[in-house]
Structures are given as C-alpha cells and as structure tokens.
C-alpha cells in the first residue's frame, strides 16, 4: 500500500518533506495545491513578443507549464524549494572590468540544486509511494508562480521571486507530485508602493509591473541570445557580460539578506569580474579549461567574446585595440561583428 494509506495523512506528508528538503540543504520549502493556471498572464507575456526566439522552448511547451497534470497524470501537490545565493556583506571590489552577475559568481546552480532536487524527488518515490516530476529552470514548470503560491515568496515588479528574510537571490526548484499534500497558504504581495527596480534596468526591460521584456533584457541579451547585441542595449550595459543584477540591486529586501549557506554557490573571486584583454584573449579550450562547471561555461568561449566586445567601456585602450584588430577575421560570425562595431565606435568616439 502506498506510505500515505498506511502511515500518513496531508499534513504529516507535508511536514516529512519540508523537513527532508531542509535536511538536503534547502532554505525554503513550501506546498501548492496542483491545478491549472490563469493563462491570462502567461499569454499575455506571449502575445506582447517578450519572451524572444532564444527562449522559444518556453512559448513550445506552454500547456505543461499551465497544467501541471500533462506532466504528472493526477498531480495533487507542487513542492516548491528554494536555495538562497546572497552574496556576504560587504563584498570586495571585484577585480575586473567586465560585471558577472551573482548567481554565476560560483558553480553551476543547475548542478548544485538539480542534484538535491533529485534526491528529494527519489526519496519521495522510495519512501512516500509517490510519482514525481522535478525540475529545476530547464523543465516545463512556472516556478515563480508556485513558488508565490506555495507560500515562500512573492513575484515582485521586476520578475524575480521575493522572500521577507533573504530577499530575491533565490535559485528555485519545483516537484510535481500525485501525493495528496496539505497546502500552504500563498504569500501576500509586500511590494506595495515601491518600484525601484523599474528605473534601476539599464535597458527598461521592465516593461510593466511584474513583465519583463526579455528582448530588452541585458542577462537575455548575454547568455541565451547567440546573435549581436544591439547597439542600444549594449551601450547601456555598462560592462555587463555575463546577467545582470541591477534591478536586484535596488530592490530594498536584499539590503539584509543573510549570505547564503550552500558553499558551491559562493562567488570565486576571479569568477566576480572578468578582465576585458583576458576575455578577448581566450580560446575555446582555455574557456572550458577555466569555467567548466560555472553558468560561464553556456555562454563558451565565442558567447564571452562577442559579448565583451558589445559591452566593454568605449574607447578601448591601446591593449583592447591591438586584440580587437586581430578578432577581425575570427571564424564566429557574432565575434566578427562585434570586432567591427567596437572599432568604429572607439574611432568615432
């Protein structure tokens, strides 16, 4: 007979796996109730074109991400976890002219929280008789949605999920489940009147409280879109090559947040900031040699060098130049263009 008709009820199957996810190192842990979604603000986000052609596997599976019994058949419960990469207060200058954005400062979060992911998952099947979907950002799941709804934060007006305590660096993982769970009550919006994450996007990406555009969107731009960047956008990012936590920085609830407490997931000082004329130096192999295992490693070698070209500080120095000049000829369409463009505009400037 399965775990819950012998031994346990909603609330105490709840209560053992909250607790488990705290035993795999996870700060949060909340449960939703499995049914379908709204679609009016997914749809929305859709119809407007702000999601781009780089993410397009999210537009591919939009029926599994609103129902999330065409991924579990009798879905009953969502367990929502969440993973806390605060950085430690205050941080040191970074050394490097080209900004990472936080939750690629460490290893690979995918790895890092895929992992105990799967072993929640497993020990839900083994222990608790359950059927399992988990995932983690790649999956066909709403996280932020259930996350809000399984009571560990709150989507706030710049699209990031939001906790009272450790603020918005927060890495998400969902599991859907035929396990018949006790809910938690959603959490209350406690953004209120503040929106200084709308001005604080460098490229006003945030097109509307809560929707971001991610054809407008810097950490779009540098890690899922292959092509160029454009010039606009690139010359607002202010050396942003690889994310960008702006709108993280302004918002007042990560001002306290407690560093976060999985060790993998803490920034490597050389991985906070990059420097130009060694990024415009690499080669693939000495790419993968150096950012296996980090989020750098999506970008590659090509992915970083057409970025730092769109993104370093005009006019390039002499050093910059003389690199530039012999990235011309490289054989990546998306470096060659670059090149070209970041020489005229020292010229012109």
Avoid at 54 to 75: K, M, N, T
Avoid at 144 to 169: D, T, V
């Amino acid at each position: 007979m399965p775990f819950q008709e012998q031994r346990g009820n909603p609330r105490d199957l709840a209560a053992l796996i909250k607790g488990k996810a705290a035993v795999l190192g996870f700060d949060l842990c909340g449960i939703a109730r499995a049914e379908p979604l709204d679609p009016a603000r997914f749809d929305r986000w859709l119809e407007r074109g702000w999601d781009g052609p780089a993410i397009s596997y999210v537009r591919e599976r939009r029926a599994e991400r609103l129902d999330p019994s065409l991924l579990v058949p009798g879905a009953r419960g969502m367990i929502a976890v969440a993973a806390s990469y605060a950085p430690r207060l205050p941080e040191p200058t970074a050394d490097g002219e080209l900004r990472v954005a936080r939750y690629a400062q460490g290893r690979d979060y995918h790895n890092v929280v895929l992992k105990p992911v799967r072993k929640l998952a497993a020990w839900i099947r083994a222990e608790l008789g359950g059927r399992v979907y988990s995932e983690v950002d790649t999956g066909a799941v709403l996280e932020k949605e259930w996350a809000q709804r399984a009571g560990i934060g709150w989507i706030g007006k710049n699209g990031c999920l939001i906790h009272p305590q450790l603020g918005s660096w927060l890495l998400l993982g969902v599991l859907v489940t035929d396990l018949d769970l006790e809910a938690d009550a959603p959490h209350p919006d406690r953004c209120g009147d503040c929106s200084l994450c709308i001005p604080a996007c460098p490229t006003a990406a945030i097109v509307e409280s809560r929707y971001v555009d991610a054809q407008r969107c810097l950490a779009y731009h540098t890690i899922e879109h292959r092509g160029p960047i454009p010039a606009e956008l690139a010359r607002k990012a202010e050396g942003r090559v690889f994310g960008c936590d702006a709108c993280q920085d302004a918002c007042p609830w990560n001002r306290r947040a407690p560093a976060g407490k999985l060790v993998p997931l803490r920034a490597r000082p050389e991985q906070r900031a990059l420097s130009l004329v060694e990024t415009l130096r690499l080669t693939a192999e000495e790419a993968r040699a150096r950012f296996t295992g980090t989020p750098l490693l999506r970008a590659g070698r090509d992915g970083l060098v057409r970025s730092a070209l769109a993104v370093a500080r005009r006019p390039l120095s002499p050093e910059a130049r003389e690199l530039v000049q012999g990235l011309l000829d490289d054989p990546a369409e998306g470096v060659r263009a670059e090149a070209r463009r970041a020489l005229s505009e020292t010229a012109a400037g």
